[in-house]
């Protein structure tokens, strides 16, 4: 193994990158490795894959990526200094990518396999289709998951979709032009969510439906917890979107409970003491909680649009400080390409 030189990368503009966040999930992209060869060598794509290593716990294996590869050029693994979740991880490799590695495109995936290096020759075909313009993302026409995350992924998706106006198909499975990595490396939401990042900021993009895979090794690392932090993130990406219609829809429920306590004025004649009691409190009680809530979703929407005045995070100039080294494990006693 030997450290990459970071002025050295394979030459010609046809060679794929294959960017794929991990952490400690070594035995699952050690499987995947060979599912990539095969998949680019019936396209006849060269390709290099850079794992990005996201403070991992456990140490890469001895044996990890010693098989023989006959479209993969390259293997390399960029280390983080700590671990940052695998969307900031993505968006560390993304710069990278940018900085060191010019190439025809990027696939991003995981490295669970739960995205299947056998879909890549689909997603580049699509590709090639657009002109090499457009990001290519996978849409999850199926999922593979349990009933009960299921139910609440669509119940996500609901959500998702009133609060921002976008439906949630795509993740990180998907194809980059080079030449569109110089607008994402400049786009602060890729630090927080990449596929949301994308389609907000109104890149040219497309999706293709392909079924979402399963594991090849391994248990998942992501928890409930992350999993809900992930959703999150992506309704950050929309922030002010988020608050506006959270303000618009706070100012419709308090027009419609004007309304009925109009209705309620005017047949108070006929109802019983206690039901006119009963529904006076219930008035009362949602509009007290109605008025508070319009002041937090005009301080989200303007504390998220006066964010805009100052840029904070910029991708391409704060990355690279997470970034500790880059390793080459494959080829094993090869210098560096020059």
Partial sequence: ????????????????????????????????????????????????????????????????????????????????????????????????????????????????????????????????????????????SKRLERFPFRILYHLYRFIHRALTGDPVRVGNFSVVPFESLAKLVVIPEIWNHYAAAVIRSRMRFCSIPIARGRRVAGKSKMNFIGLLLHGLSAFFVYGDIVGARLLIGIALALILEVALIAVWIGVRVTASPSILSVAAYLAGLLGIVLLQAIPIALILVFSVIGSRVNIGFLPIRDCPYFVNNVQRVYPVAAAAPS
């Avoid at 794929?16 to 999930?25: A, E, G, K, S």
């Avoid at 993304?94 to 689909?122: F, H, T, W």
């Avoid at 699509?126 to 090499?132: C, H, L, M, S, V």
Wanted: charged letters at 25%; hydrophobic letters at 45%.
């Fill in 1 to 140: 193994m030997t450290l990459l030189d970071h002025s050295q990368s394979l030459p010609g503009s046809d060679r794929v990158v294959v960017l794929i966040p991990l952490f400690n999930d070594w035995e699952a992209a050690d499987l995947l490795l060979g599912e990539l060869d095969r998949a680019f060598a019936q396209s006849g794509i060269s390709a290099e894959v850079l794992f990005v290593d996201d403070g991992s716990t456990e140490s890469m294996p001895a044996g990890f990526s010693r098989g023989r590869f006959t479209a993969l050029r390259a293997i390399d693994i960029l280390q983080l200094r700590r671990n940052l979740g695998h969307q900031r991880a993505i968006a560390v490799g993304l710069v990278y990518v940018y900085e060191k590695r010019p190439c025809r495109a990027v696939v991003v995936m995981d490295s669970d396999g739960e995205d299947q290096p056998a879909d890549i020759p689909r997603l580049m075909e699509r590709f090639q289709a657009e002109g090499q313009r457009s990001i290519v993302f996978a849409a999850r």
